[in-house]
């Protein structure tokens, strides 16, 4: 039996909030949309969104208003004048920012008698609506599933836990391991194709050789919450010596060594504080400065 869907609003029209209230209306859900330059909203309007005239018009329209605009400042200028009208209704922020303003949020939300949950998109325009897109949600359980319907519009949404915090937490989190991933395989890249290799022969090749790298995150996890590393893979002494390969490598083909050395720096770090026989994920703890290597 087919249920009604939940109406939505989508405060914010910029290219990821369109994507988002496009998600809304191709789902079935009832979507009011507002956007400051009110043009923004023609093509939704066209597909069947309703436009709102104001802000607090738009957040009285629906239970549930999702708002993503530039960062929490704009957020925050644009819904505090209307702060009366979120009582008894559901905020879902998907602006990008960090845990600490997440918190603050969340209790100025909470002040005004609205149900909260802080979010962080985990993809591009292009991804949302679909189901293998990560959506994060930190906050009440019980909100998560009371509009899971809507959410699951959007991408999987996967709720991270209570702390309104985590969902920012996690996108810084994963932001960094990204930029870390592509530049080691940029670096890589540029490595080969000095060889006259091209970059779409190497790519499959590392590609296959980031699945056997998962697999040693799946050793080390345990290892950090332990707080003990045993070196019975690959050491960090061994891990220092094939690193110099690498830079070696890189110098003859005059490649920038900026990166692996970095690396090489951590490694050496820890091995002076007492970790050389240790797994390479002891260099968790000179990046917690828990150890300096001095």
Same mark, same amino acid.
């Given at each position: 039996m087919n249920r009604e869907r939940e109406a939505?609003? !989508?405060? *914010?029209?910029?290219?990821?909030?369109?994507?988002?209230?496009?998600?809304?209306?191709?789902?079935?859900?009832?979507?009011? /949309?507002?956007?400051?330059?009110?043009?923004?909203?023609?093509?939704? /309007?066209?597909? *069947?969104?309703?436009?709102?005239?104001?802000?607090?018009?738009? !957040?009285?329209?629906s239970p549930l208003t999702i708002v993503c605009v530039l960062d929490y400042g704009v957020m925050h200028e644009l819904l505090d004048p209307v702060a009366g009208t979120l009582a008894g209704r559901t905020l879902v922020n998907l602006t990008s920012g960090s845990p600490e303003q997440a918190h603050e949020t969340a209790a100025w939300a909470r002040g005004h008698g609205a149900d909260y949950l802080d979010g962080a998109i985990m993809t591009t325009p292009p991804g949302v609506g679909s189901p293998e897109m990560m959506f994060f949600y930190s906050g009440s359980s019980e909100v998560v599933e009371a509009h899971r319907p809507a959410l699951s519009a959007l991408g999987d949404p996967l709720h991270l836990g209570t702390d309104p915090g985590l969902a920012s937490l996690y996108d810084a989190a994963l932001l960094g391991l990204m930029w870390a991933t592509l530049t080691g395989w940029l670096h890589g890249t540029a490595l080969v194709t000095a060889e006259n290799t091209e970059a779409t022969a190497f790519t499959p090749v590392a590609i296959r050789w980031l699945t056997a790298v998962t697999g040693f995150m799946a050793t080390y996890a345990p290892q950090v919450d332990a707080g003990r590393y045993p070196g019975d893979d690959a050491t960090v002494d061994v891990q220092i010596a094939a690193i110099d390969h690498l830079l070696h490598a890189a110098q003859a083909r005059g490649v920038d060594t900026a990166l692996p050395a970095l690396l090489k720096s951590f490694m050496e770090r820890a091995k002076g504080a007492g970790h050389g026989s240790d797994s390479y994920g002891s260099v968790i703890e000179v990046l917690r400065g828990s150890s300096d290597g001095k």
């Open positions: 939505v609003t !989508v405060v *914010g029209l910029g290219s990821m909030g369109s994507a988002l209230a496009a998600a809304l209306l191709e789902q079935g859900h009832p979507t009011t /949309v507002w956007n400051r330059s009110p043009r923004k909203a023609d093509a939704l /309007v066209a597909r *069947g969104a309703r436009r709102a005239e104001s802000v607090a018009e738009a !957040v009285a329209a």
